[in-house]
């Protein structure tokens, strides 16, 4: 079974469709999925890693399949972060 390898989160505010934040004002559900099953291994844009989405500068942070579903799918490369 094929799995999604990198998850990118755009850090932009969507009022113009009535809620702010991805994961935080909606979606959580889903955020909170990705958090669960991939780990934040790259953020282009702003370099701060407490910077959540949300918040006021502009980034987009990769998300790479972690754990238990790297080893599931044929694991990754340590010395990347990136799963092959």
Do not use: K
């Not at 999604?4 to 469709?17: D, G, K, M, Y």
């Not at 790259?42 to 790479?64: K, M, N, S």
């Amino acid at each position: 079974m094929l799995r999604t390898r990198l998850i990118l989160i755009v850090n932009r505010a969507t009022r113009e469709f009535g809620a702010d934040s991805f994961g935080r004002d909606y979606s959580r559900r889903l955020m909170a999925w990705i958090e669960a099953h991939y780990a934040p291994c790259a953020t282009f844009g702003a370099q701060d890693p407490r910077l959540a989405v949300g918040d006021r500068p502009f980034f987009v942070r990769a998300y790479c399949r972690s754990g238990a579903d790297d080893q599931r799918v044929g694991g990754g490369s340590a010395a990347s972060g990136i799963p092959r």
